[in-house]
DNA sequence: CGTCTATGTTCCCTTTAGGAACATAGACGA
DNA sequence: TCGTCTATGTTCCTAAAGGGAACATAGACG
């Protein structure tokens, strides 16, 4: 496996979806996009589902992974992949090789709170309002992964995973709620008229 | 206000560039890079040098901000960017719009460590304790960014910004120490015969 | 038998991204 | 005064990602 030079380094999508596949003997594509939805996202990332299709066939095209038609119990047009020996080796070194690429937290509320001189503060609560509630529900949906890895074998590292960015979303459910809460403070104290709102030249 | 078509939606990163040059009069494109790294990144993201030019051009198109070359007194060749009132009433428009676009963690390492069962527990190990290493440089960053917040005048809201995020990446570390924990104290009982590893068809 | 939802995939075009290269200013020492 | 080193500043090229619509079929349910 892996000649002499790999051909190109790949994106981390690339193997995320190998990824799976050492976890499920086969999958579609469209069974991939549903995982990445329900796990992959709350720590990485859920790609689009052109996006997969577009990996899985380039895996194919390096041979790290092999796809099959639908068998004759199984009447539907799909397409099932499943990872080779080549595919299962490219997983591993990736996996082994320690990166210096740092932790991307992308998060349009705080955004938009980084803004807040700019705009009411009602406004901001209410950004920060529905953001809560937003974390609330994502919290509720680890916990679901959570849960079903819990019934498969060979779930360790993924649950311990999800655990962990479990606690990434907790803590950013407590910021959320601490924060409103010195906005309410602050704007009962003192009211709107404080100079501190759009000095705009 | 909004007028009754915008011509098309930007994308985040405009909005945030036009939100820096809410803070600042003028910004050239390196300074807004600059200050992407060293704030921006902790909470949304550090675009790419290339990006940021590539969105100051589109921001002029459109009029929501304005350029000038370089004075006299300034040799160097260099373009410098301000905000115009239209750029300032599409900042606010946007920053006040709620959204429901979730937050997005990119976790390298966590990827890494999800695929535990295809590497020894030693690579594992080394992974987590590099990250652990890069979330407390990060920490560091971004209390340096915050004691920066906290000079400036008008910088509240930034401030409160950097102090959740701060919140979710000391989340991130404790989660990861929680999860080194755990693994040391796994691999001094269960010698590494089990059979865990790649159950490969 | 109709139609509704879940499964499953592909196509096409646009936008976003990131690295490398390019270019110059000033600082500092030999 | 001449390298050369770093900080400043910008552009170009190509790859990756996005997203939605279209296409297709199976099974469920009334």
Redesign the pocket.
Known sequence: MSASGEP?EL???AYAILGMLCFEREL????AKKWADASLRHFY?A?????V?RELARLEDRGLVESRGAEADE??????YRITAAGRAAVAAWAATPTDEAMVVKHPAALRVWLGHLVGAGDVRTIVERHIAQVRTRLGEIDESLAVAETLPGMDYPRAVLRWSRGVHQADLDGAIAFLAELVAQTAVQPPSTGRVTPVT
Do not use: I
Not at 47 to 51: D, E, L, N
Not at 75 to 80: A, E, G, L, S, Y
């Open positions: 190109t994106p981390a999508t579609t594509g469209y069974d990332w790609p689009a589902t052109s996006h299709y009447p539907r047009t799909k397409r099932v």
